[in-house]
């Protein structure tokens, strides 16, 4: 392994070493790993990674490591001093991609790598001679028809669509209404609000729920449908604005701003409670 690539993979190693990992992420960090270890092009891989919406933030870390080693900045002399400082700046960002992912989407993220590879290469055959491609359709390898022309297109069109995603647009998008929604609550728990304000909450957190959903955000894309579905059953007098109520509403919005900045706090709990109340909406209980 080229020394870029092993001190990649062991700022990766370092990171997930201060984070309190369950069995799953400790896989899903295996085959990250691994993914890295195997790869022929460090450089290609990472900008792959920059433009897959789960792991954009991480690439971009990845990057900044990757010009440090292979600009000539890397000092031996500081090296361990400087690991550190590498590792502890993907905490944040590995401990997000851990958050949104698992194994089995990790692995279909890296399968998708791996088919627009595949796609990618299908196009260099386009530029080849006519007899050439006639001879390589005789070993099986069929020539691009008027088909696989408007197939490619398509591709290129959803990866351009990749690369305009803006994480740090989502994040401040998503982000900024939660400080008023949070406040909001208070003003619900004393029945002091209006049949305006609510609805605005509603489909505001709808349409960050649908915007999550789009990017991939799961995790993120669910706290908001709870949430908005939450005062909705209250606005409809479905449940009581009760204190427990509240504060499942707001651990929803906890579980959100810890998964998207990515903080290194243990959510099980607000996630469990945010996953219970949703649970609790459906079968339209009067109180938690």
């Known amino acids: 392994m080229d020394i870029t690539k092993s001190y990649i993979v062991q700022c990766i ?15 899903t960090v295996a085959i990250l790993r691994e993914r890295i270890t195997s790869c022929t092009n460090i450089l290609d891989e990472i900008k792959k990674f920059k433009k897959t919406t789960e792991l954009s933030k991480l690439g971009i870390k990845l990057s900044d490591i990757f010009n440090y080693v292979e600009n000539g900045k890397l000092d031996f002399l500081k090296v361990s001093e400087n690991f550190r400082e590498h590792s502890h700046l993907l905490v944040r960002e590995l401990n997000h991609v851990l958050d949104i992912t698992t194994p089995t989407v990790m692995k279909s993220i890296f399968q998708r790598f791996y088919d627009e590879t595949i796609n990618i290469d299908l196009t260099k055959r386009g530029t080849l001679e006519p007899e050439f491609r006639i001879e390589k359709k005789e070993v ?21 669509k990749e690369e305009g995603f803006n994480f740090e647009s989502y994040e401040e998008k998503v982000l900024r209404p939660i400080k008023e929604i949070d406040s909001f609550l208070n003003k619900v ?13 509603i489909k505001k957190m709808n349409e960050n729920a649908q915007l999550s959903q789009k990017v991939g955000f799961d995790i993120i894309s669910n706290m908001h449908k709870i949430f908005a579905d939450g ?32 903080k290194e706090v243990d959510i099980t709990n607000y996630l469990t409670r945010a996953e219970n109340f949703g649970k609790m909406i459906k079968s339209n209980k009067r109180e938690l």
Do not use: M, W
């Open 231 to 262: 005062l909705e059953s209250i606005n409809q007098k479905k449940i009581a604005p009760s204190v427990n109520t509240i504060d499942s509403l707001r651990a929803c919005l906890i579980v959100i701003v810890a998964v998207i900045r990515g």
């Open 13 to 27: 190693t370092a990171a997930a070493n201060n984070l309190r990992l369950s069995s799953e992420k400790i896989e």
């Open 189 to 201: 728990l004393k029945y002091n609000y209006t049949e305006s304000e609510i609805t605005n909450c």
């Open 140 to 160: 099986e390898f069929p020539k691009r028809s008027h088909a696989d022309e408007l197939k490619e297109a398509l591709i290129f069109d959803e990866l351009n």
